[in-house]
Protein backbone atom coordinates (compact mmCIF):
# COMPACT_ATOMS: atom_id res chain seq x y z
CA UNK A 1 0.00 0.00 0.00
CA UNK A 2 1.40 3.29 -0.81
CA UNK A 3 0.86 7.01 0.19
CA UNK A 4 -2.19 8.65 -0.62
CA UNK A 5 -1.62 12.07 -1.99
CA UNK A 6 -4.14 14.78 -1.41
CA UNK A 7 -5.26 17.09 -4.41
CA UNK A 8 -4.87 21.04 -4.01
CA UNK A 9 -7.14 23.03 -5.63
CA UNK A 10 -6.25 26.04 -7.21
CA UNK A 11 -9.19 29.18 -7.37
CA UNK A 12 -10.54 32.18 -5.75
CA UNK A 13 -12.91 30.76 -3.72
CA UNK A 14 -11.92 26.88 -1.87
CA UNK A 15 -14.12 24.95 0.15
CA UNK A 16 -12.72 22.58 2.65
CA UNK A 17 -13.36 20.57 4.95
CA UNK A 18 -14.07 22.41 8.43
CA UNK A 19 -12.33 19.31 10.61
CA UNK A 20 -9.00 18.93 8.96
CA UNK A 21 -9.25 22.04 6.17
CA UNK A 22 -8.69 19.20 3.09
CA UNK A 23 -9.70 20.96 0.08
CA UNK A 24 -13.42 19.49 -1.37
CA UNK A 25 -13.97 22.15 -3.83
CA UNK A 26 -14.30 25.70 -6.34
CA UNK A 27 -16.22 28.12 -6.00
CA UNK A 28 -16.22 27.37 -10.34
CA UNK A 29 -17.67 24.38 -9.64
CA UNK A 30 -20.76 25.62 -7.37
CA UNK A 31 -23.84 25.04 -9.00
CA UNK A 32 -26.53 25.62 -6.67
CA UNK A 33 -26.41 26.74 -2.77
CA UNK A 34 -30.61 25.76 -2.48
CA UNK A 35 -30.33 22.59 -1.27
CA UNK A 36 -31.21 20.75 2.19
CA UNK A 37 -29.04 18.81 3.77
CA UNK A 38 -28.65 16.61 7.75
CA UNK A 39 -26.98 19.53 8.82
CA UNK A 40 -29.24 22.53 7.17
CA UNK A 41 -28.30 24.26 3.83
CA UNK A 42 -26.21 22.36 1.39
CA UNK A 43 -24.59 23.18 -2.25
CA UNK A 44 -24.64 21.01 -5.15
CA UNK A 45 -21.13 20.87 -6.82
CA UNK A 46 -19.68 19.60 -10.43
CA UNK A 47 -16.92 18.11 -9.13
CA UNK A 48 -15.55 16.83 -5.36
CA UNK A 49 -11.73 15.67 -5.10
CA UNK A 50 -10.07 13.78 -1.65
CA UNK A 51 -13.30 12.08 -0.55
CA UNK A 52 -14.34 8.29 -0.41
CA UNK A 53 -17.11 7.17 -1.24
CA UNK A 54 -19.54 4.84 0.63
CA UNK A 55 -21.83 2.31 -0.36
CA UNK A 56 -24.65 2.94 -2.68
CA UNK A 57 -28.27 3.28 -1.27
CA UNK A 58 -31.68 4.09 -1.84
CA UNK A 59 -32.51 7.47 0.37
CA UNK A 60 -36.22 8.90 0.08
CA UNK A 61 -34.97 12.41 -0.43
CA UNK A 62 -37.70 15.81 -0.55
CA UNK A 63 -37.64 15.25 -4.46
CA UNK A 64 -38.07 11.86 -4.35
CA UNK A 65 -36.43 8.37 -3.92
CA UNK A 66 -32.39 8.34 -4.91
CA UNK A 67 -29.65 6.12 -4.99
CA UNK A 68 -26.73 7.91 -2.72
CA UNK A 69 -23.56 7.63 -1.71
CA UNK A 70 -22.50 9.19 1.31
CA UNK A 71 -19.31 11.03 0.92
CA UNK A 72 -16.15 11.12 3.67
CA UNK A 73 -13.12 13.74 3.80
CA UNK A 74 -9.93 11.65 3.01
CA UNK A 75 -7.89 12.82 5.47
CA UNK A 76 -10.21 12.69 8.38
CA UNK A 77 -12.99 10.53 7.56
CA UNK A 78 -15.60 13.01 8.27
CA UNK A 79 -19.07 12.22 6.27
CA UNK A 80 -19.52 15.97 4.01
CA UNK A 81 -22.28 15.05 2.30
CA UNK A 82 -23.02 12.38 -0.95
CA UNK A 83 -23.02 12.43 -4.14
CA UNK A 84 -26.08 11.38 -6.84
CA UNK A 85 -26.04 7.96 -8.51
CA UNK A 86 -29.32 7.54 -9.96
CA UNK A 87 -32.17 9.78 -9.72
CA UNK A 88 -35.84 7.59 -10.87
CA UNK A 89 -37.32 10.82 -11.83
CA UNK A 90 -36.76 12.76 -14.80
CA UNK A 91 -36.97 15.92 -13.53
CA UNK A 92 -34.27 15.13 -10.68
CA UNK A 93 -31.86 13.32 -13.22
CA UNK A 94 -29.56 16.73 -13.49
CA UNK A 95 -28.96 15.68 -10.21
CA UNK A 96 -27.05 12.57 -11.37
CA UNK A 97 -23.25 12.36 -11.02
CA UNK A 98 -22.97 16.10 -8.71
CA UNK A 99 -22.29 16.20 -5.34
CA UNK A 100 -24.14 17.74 -2.14
CA UNK A 101 -21.65 19.06 0.47
CA UNK A 102 -23.09 20.65 3.72
CA UNK A 103 -22.36 23.84 4.60
CA UNK A 104 -21.94 23.40 8.15
CA UNK A 105 -19.25 21.00 7.16
CA UNK A 106 -17.48 23.24 5.20
CA UNK A 107 -14.90 25.92 5.23
CA UNK A 108 -13.16 28.61 3.05
CA UNK A 109 -9.30 27.64 2.78
CA UNK A 110 -7.37 30.53 1.58
Known sequence: MGLKYRTYLDGTIIYGCT?????????????????????GQAF????????????????NMTTGVHVVQDISCC????VV???????????NQYKEGK???EKKLLTDVL
Not at 19 to 39: A, E, P, V, W, Y
Not at 82 to 91: F, M, N, P, R, S
Open 99 to 101: YIL
Open 44 to 59: LFKFVVNIIPGEEQER
Open 19 to 39: NCKTHLSTGDSLISRRFQGQH
Open 75 to 78: QCKT
Open 81 to 91: GWTYVKAYDEE
